[in-house]
């Protein structure tokens, strides 16, 4: 898991040991895999709201095509990283947000018909036509993964059965044109095959609507949701994407692109988390290995009820005067340094060799590892950050 460019910035950092670990060179690789498996007439887009780090952000402005945002602190970082192309997403944008999206020059992916009437009145005072997407809330969900978006009850998008009405509004609104769809269906969803049916469906869904409406079609943006296996070996398959997709361009009418925006998947695997082993104890008859760090800069195991692999990194240092405790062979739990036993990354993973001053690492931490996590509860030092 860990390479040896990774493994010698780990053995760099400073005791106790807590750091964040960013690999570029992982980050333009993935995202040239990516764009290798997607159609002509594609647009890739990293969603920022995966990894916010200045550095992840301009590293994966200039591998992809633009940046996707979901509010003016990510708007502002895409505008630092001199992203080519912007689109602003989310379901509570403020005015000032819709102003600052103007001025940028973003496409908005539009959430409501009250958003589009205030986006218009924006856009009419800086004296612009701004280009939008309606986000649509399907009334199928045709994806499985989690955090399910459309084709359910959300706040998310405009309801397929509202849309007639939100398209008619548009056609009042001379500062708004709506160039086309955007249908971000699911999150982390690991079959290729699946995913590929969903994006042929979203662009058969979208010709059609635009016909009936008779909407010239540009843009059919089906968000992200490409997954990460966090727990096996399994892999979303880019080759059996890249097959699915392979007749969609001849559906598209002429003009228009289609448009994808994941997150986790460019950015999970270029990050590592580094959390030195503090103690070691039993209670119960359970072992429990303490860290430097936990929950409040890593939170998905948490949130998602899930334990995540570790890898031991040993390390030889041991400044007291007296024995290291050392565990062989048993199943450890790694918590962390928060007062709740809710403070826990991984449950019984086995560990052939662990020492107090041994330093755990979690990979695949990328992408909303740090960004989703409550970083300030108990106040404890923030982790390192490293960029290679
Ligand atoms: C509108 C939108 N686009 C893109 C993404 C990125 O999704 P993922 O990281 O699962 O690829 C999200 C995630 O929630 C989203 O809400």
Redesign the pocket.
């Known amino acids: 898991m860990l390479g040896e460019r990774v493994t010698a910035a780990l053995a760099e950092l400073t005791p106790p040991v807590c750091a964040y670990l960013y690999d570029r060179a992982a980050l333009r690789a993935r995202a040239a895999a990516v764009r290798a498996a997607l159609p002509p007439r594609s647009t890739l887009?990293y969603?920022v709201?995966?990894n916010g780090h200045p550095e992840v952000v301009s590293t994966l402005a200039a591998a992809t095509d633009g940046l996707?945002v979901?509010s003016g602190g990510e708007l502002a970082l895409a505008v630092a990283a001199g992203a080519r192309e912007i689109v602003f997403?989310?379901p509570a944008k403020t005015d000032a947000e819709l102003r600052a999206a103007v001025g940028a020059g973003a496409l908005v992916?539009v959430e409501s018909a009250h958003e589009l009437r205030r986006l218009a009145l924006v856009a009419r005072e800086a004296g612009v036509r701004i280009r939008v997407a309606l986000?649509v809330n399907r009334a199928t969900a045709g994806l499985t993964?989690s955090?399910r978006?459309t084709g359910t009850p959300t706040p998310?998008g405009i309801d397929e059965r509202q849309l007639d009405g939100v398209l008619a509004l548009a056609a009042t609104l001379p500062s708004v044109r709506v160039t086309g769809f955007?249908l971000?269906a699911?999150?982390?969803?690991l079959d290729a095959g699946a995913y590929a049916g969903f994006v042929v469906d979203a662009v058969t869904w979208s010709v059609t609507t635009a016909d009936r409406q008779r909407l010239p079609l540009e843009y059919v943006?089906v968000?992200?949701?490409?997954?990460v296996d966090y727990t096996g070996d399994g892999q979303f398959d880019l080759e059996v994407l890249r097959a699915g997709l392979a007749g969609v361009p001849e559906s598209l009418p002429e003009g228009a692109r289609l448009v994808f925006?994941?997150?986790?998947?460019?950015?999970a695997e270029a990050g590592w988390y580094a959390a030195e082993v503090l103690d070691l104890k039993q209670t119960h008859g359970r072992w429990f290995a303490v860290l430097r760090g936990g929950t409040h800069h890593f939170r998905l195991p948490a949130a998602w009820g899930y334990s995540h692999p570790f890898a031991v990194l040993p390390v030889e240092r041991w400044p007291y005067p007296f024995a290291r405790p050392e565990l062989r062979d048993v199943a450890v739990d790694a918590v962390g340094e928060l007062c709740t036993p809710r403070d826990v990354l991984t449950r019984g993973q086995r560990v052939a060799r662990l020492r107090v001053g041994d330093v755990l690492v979690f990979g695949r931490v990328g992408?909303?590892g740090w960004d989703i996590s409550h970083h300030d509860f108990l106040r404890h030092a923030h982790p390192e950050v490293v960029v290679i």
Request: no cysteine; proline share 3%.
């Open positions: 887009l969603a709201k995966a996707e979901a997403g989310g992916n986000r993964g955090h978006m998310f955007h971000h699911v999150s982390n969803n943006n968000g992200g949701g490409l997954g925006e994941p997150g986790r998947f460019l950015a992408a909303y």
